[in-house]
């Protein structure tokens, strides 16, 4: 085994590293470990065919992680019989450390992995700690279920709590690249998708199979397992007819939006000519979906009144902890702008008392301003989340809202909800509704993270993440015309609705108005 002859940097970095290091437990560790999951993800049918390789790096707390060994497995050979001395060492860089030793014949001449160039892409840009790439027949077949789609999405499958930053209520998407003759020609592409697609953790090849990773070999193990059921369940559900990206999984609705019209949503019109339908449909919650005096009127006084017996029963969790650090940060910059009824907030070695009430202050202020900030929202939907699970609240919406739900998803529509509330709140109100649970009929949630909802640009991020080919593919209902105004800015088609409890509009406002979902 050769090795270049080096320490490890001062700074830190392993740029190089000596024969004692590359023979140090660290490093031998890691070599047991991925000879023993080459064997195994073998056994899986991902690296059958000497196909499929990983990537993992060397952890060593000494050691900041993209500086790290990077240990590859190496290409023609078979899986199953792989050894920890069959491991290239790479540094941080690329630049190869140590290689096999040549094995006797029938057995091929060492080669570093065709994946090298592309999982030193995915260290480079999500500095994850393993890197999995898996030929299992389920990650193929999925890409070539609809040869044109850019993306593959599935939602409501418990399976999809297993992937970093996702929910069961939540929408899975992952992006969709083309095959190359080599492996070392998805690199580019590859490294696209990534930077598109922020919160996925994974990028298929159709054709080929998928790249995914995770902080450590075991996110990445289990993430890669997990994606792999969700494959083998989308091509299950769609051979029995069903649609997997639908919260209820109910028949494919073809010439609606689904593989069989290329995703163009239509119905027939009295004329027998087709009307297009919207792909998606973004609804606003106060105003649209619910009375604004539910919120007012509940919701915001259950916060208020329950704040501080909130902060003190969960002071010492670590969500809790999370949300008032996000509180002192608005606060100070609030008091730096001299926003009324910020007060400072004490550190907390003078005590949990003193700072909870002046917490309070500071959040009923926010609260008596209607302020639209996360750090307001994200502590509220965690109150609230106590209140709707003991009963003590239910969510509101207007009558004609769970029939219009239904027969939009029937139609193949997608419909998500943007609201200035939390996410953690809109799954809340609609989970716990005076109609049931009305999740079922929802694709995602969008809140004030993505931005403000009177700006322009947070209705262009949205309409790129929906994956619509273009932004007149999504329907937005609101009450709010500035809404209307900045939505209309970024190419959505708009609707307004006119609930009772609502402010007016502007004379001569340009926007088509509705009483009730059932007119669309």
């Not at 080669?111 to 898996?134: Q, Y």
């Not at 019209?261 to 087709?274: F, R, V, Y």
Request: hydrophobic residues 35%; negative net charge; contains cysteine.
């Amino acid at each position: 085994m050769a090795a270049v002859t080096a320490t490890p940097g001062n700074g830190g970095g392993v740029a190089t590293a000596s024969q004692a290091y590359l023979e140090s437990k660290a490093v031998q560790d890691t070599r047991s470990l991925m000879s023993e999951l080459c064997r195994h993800f073998y056994t899986l049918g991902w690296m059958s065919g000497t196909g499929g390789s990983i990537a993992m790096k060397v952890h060593d707390d000494s050691v900041p992680r993209p500086c790290q060994l990077i240990l590859l497995s190496p290409s023609g050979v078979q899986k199953e019989r792989m050894e920890p001395e069959d491991m290239y060492v790479l540094s941080a860089d690329g630049s190869i450390l140590s290689s096999p030793c040549p094995k006797p014949y029938p057995n091929k001449a060492p080669k570093c992995t065709d994946s090298g160039a592309v999982f030193l892409k995915a260290f480079e840009l999500r500095n994850p700690g393993a890197v999995i790439h898996s030929h299992g027949m389920e990650s193929c077949l999925v890409t070539m279920i609809n040869p044109l789609a850019k993306e593959f999405r599935i939602t409501h499958m418990e399976m999809i709590k297993g992937i970093q930053g996702h929910g069961y209520y939540d929408e899975l998407v992952i992006p969709i690249i083309e095959n190359t003759a080599h492996e070392h020609e998805l690199t580019e592409s590859l490294a696209k998708a990534i930077e598109a697609y922020p919160r996925s953790t994974a990028v298929l090849v159709r054709n080929h199979g998928i790249y995914s990773w995770g902080d450590s070999w075991i996110s990445a193990k289990t993430q890669a397992e997990c994606y792999h059921y969700l494959f083998d369940a989308a091509i299950k559900l769609h051979q029995m007819g069903l649609d997997w990206s639908s919260p209820n999984h109910g028949p494919l609705q073809y010439g609606k939006g689904t593989l069989a019209d290329g995703g163009k949503a239509g119905i027939i019109g009295s004329s027998l000519q087709i009307k297009p339908l919207p792909r998606c449909i973004l609804l606003d919650i106060e105003g649209t979906t619910t009375p604004i005096s539910f919120v007012t009127d509940v919701l915001f006084p259950y916060a208020r009144d329950n704040v501080g017996r909130h902060l003190s029963a969960t002071f010492e969790t670590s969500e809790t902890k999370d949300d008032i650090k996000l509180l002192r940060s608005q606060v100070e910059d609030d008091l730096a702008k001299g926003v009324p009824g910020a007060l400072p907030i004490p550190p907390d070695e003078v005590g949990k008392e003193k700072v909870i009430a002046a917490l309070v202050v500071n959040i009923e202020a926010m609260i008596k301003a209607d302020r639209k900030i996360t750090a307001l929202k994200q502590l509220q939907g965690h109150i609230w989340r106590t209140g709707f699970q003991n009963r003590e609240l239910k969510g509101v919406v207007f009558e004609d809202v769970p029939a219009a739900l239904e027969k939009w998803n029937a139609l193949g529509i997608k419909v998500y909800i943007y609201s200035s509330g939390s996410r953690l709140a809109q799954r809340l109100l609609f989970g716990y509704t005076n109609h049931g649970d009305l999740r079922k009929y929802l694709y995602g949630f969008f809140d004030t993270t993505v931005g403000n909802k009177k700006e322009t640009n947070s209705y262009v991020e949205i309409s790129e993440t929906l994956g619509v080919d273009k932004p007149s593919e999504v329907l937005f209902l609101t009450d709010v015309y500035q809404e209307a105004v900045a939505a209309t800015n970024a190419g959505l088609q708009v609707i307004v609705s006119v609930r009772p409890g609502n402010g007016t509009l502007p004379e001569n406002h340009g926007f088509r108005t509705i009483n009730s979902f059932m007119e669309i």
